[in-house]
């Protein structure tokens, strides 16, 4: 009985910034494993970022590294992703997902890993 709901997407153009938001229910919120998924058409569902319960733990992926920053409000049940200095190649729909599993190396970055995800949001790079 999760829900996930992102928000914040658009159309920008190339150097600019957005900001995600990911509003999730019940107050499991708070131990879950939280993550940022980006998919384009015919391609696999991408890694994005990770991050754990109390923030400690981040992971990024070589993509977005430096130019992509996840955080959480575990108060107000809430995960976000900051992206600047946009590009073009980062056009996608944006996925929040969490999980409730038992962590292990390389788990999160692994959509199966993930037992829950929002409906996406579209994030278009104009060049």
């Known amino acids: 009985q999760v829900e996930l709901v992102e928000s914040g997407g658009g159309l920008v153009q190339a150097g600019g910034s957005l900001r995600l938001s990911c509003a999730a229910s019940?107050?499991?919120?708070?131990?879950?494993?939280m993550g940022w998924f980006r998919q384009t058409p015919g391609k696999d569902r991408e890694f994005v970022a990770s991050?754990?319960?109390?923030?400690?733990?981040?992971l990024y992926a070589d993509s977005v590294k430096g130019r992509f920053a996840i955080s959480r409000d575990n108060a107000e049940n809430s995960l976000y992703l900051q992206m600047d200095s946009l590009k073009p190649e980062d056009t996608a729909v944006y996925y929040c997902?969490?999980?409730?599993?038992?962590?292990?190396?390389?788990?999160?970055?692994?959509?199966?890993?993930?037992?829950?995800w929002g409906q996406g949001t579209q994030v278009t790079v104009s060049s």
């Open positions: 997902a969490g999980s409730a599993r038992m962590g292990y190396e390389g788990a999160y970055q692994r959509p199966s890993w993930y037992g829950y």
């Open positions: 019940g107050r499991t919120f708070r131990s879950y494993h």
């Open positions: 991050i754990s319960w109390n923030g400690d733990r981040v």
